[in-house]
């Protein structure tokens, strides 16, 4: 099993419905968990932090799944430039280096 | 406040020639990072450096590939020589601390091997 998997898409989705992404991850010990974006030929850019309770910064939610091992990322009333490639990325632990998922790619059509 | 810069932006070469990229991090920024990254894929951990000494290098070709950062600030990532399956971006990232820290990153060079 990878430690990061996620399904690489693409999801084609139309302006304004909410998409969500799934990654599992599997080192039990893993402690921090991160989605970054990535756009098209640019650098990845952290896009939020997720905690074990949850958070949600404005139309974007992430939520831990610890037992499952699973983090996701629920979009919701997509834009336009939404459209990116979103990478999963989990630290084991302390000072060991984050592991970043292969992306899942998003186009949001108008 | 000035990102992480990387230079060149571009680069091609022949297999078996060498190349050297060049990354300035953040300042105050004490750790540093190497990523590869392959088409279609996520970046991957080539080295990282806690101000000018190295935390983790298990990923690194060392056969082929070398890097440092003697003064704790910017550093050098070589490749000597090449191969074809060099061909990627190589992305410099940087953070104020290690472990579950954002990490910022500079633009990537593209590295094409012919």
């Known amino acids: 099993r990878k430690e990061v998997e996620q399904d690489p898409g693409p999801f084609n989705v139309p302006e304004g419905a909410t998409v969500a992404f799934n990654c599992t991850y599997s080192?039990?010990?893993?402690?921090?968990f991160f989605w970054y974006r990535q756009d098209c030929r640019k650098e990845p850019k952290l896009l939020m932090s997720?905690?074990?309770s949850g958070n949600e910064d404005g139309r974007f939610t992430a939520q831990l799944n610890r037992a499952s091992q699973y983090i996701s990322l629920l979009i919701r009333d997509s834009k336009l430039s939404d459209s990116a490639t979103y990478l999963c990325?989990?630290?084991?632990?302390?000072?060991?280096?984050?592991?970043f998922g292969k992306g899942t790619r998003l186009s949001v059509i108008a | 406040e000035a990102g992480v810069a990387q230079s060149p932006r571009y680069k091609i070469i022949e297999k078996r020639q060498s190349v050297a990229f060049w990354c300035n991090p953040i300042?105050?920024?004490?750790?540093l990072y190497w990523y590869q990254q392959i088409l279609g894929q996520g970046p991957k951990l080539l080295i990282q450096?806690?101000?000018?000494?190295?935390?983790?290098d298990s990923q690194l070709p060392k056969d082929r590939f070398s890097a440092e950062r003697l003064k704790g600030v910017d550093s050098t990532l070589k490749i000597q020589p090449a191969k074809l399956e060099d061909s990627a971006v190589y992305l410099c990232?940087?953070?104020?601390?290690?472990?579950?820290?954002?990490?910022?990153f500079g633009p990537g060079t593209r590295l094409l091997v012919l």
């Open positions: 990232a940087s953070s104020l601390g290690q472990g579950g820290v954002t990490q910022y």
């Open positions: 080192n039990s010990a893993s402690q921090s």
């Open positions: 997720v905690y074990s």
């Open positions: 990325v989990v630290d084991s632990s302390g000072n060991t280096p984050l592991v």
């Open positions: 300042s105050g920024h004490a750790t």
């Open positions: 450096f806690q101000n000018n000494g190295v935390v983790d």
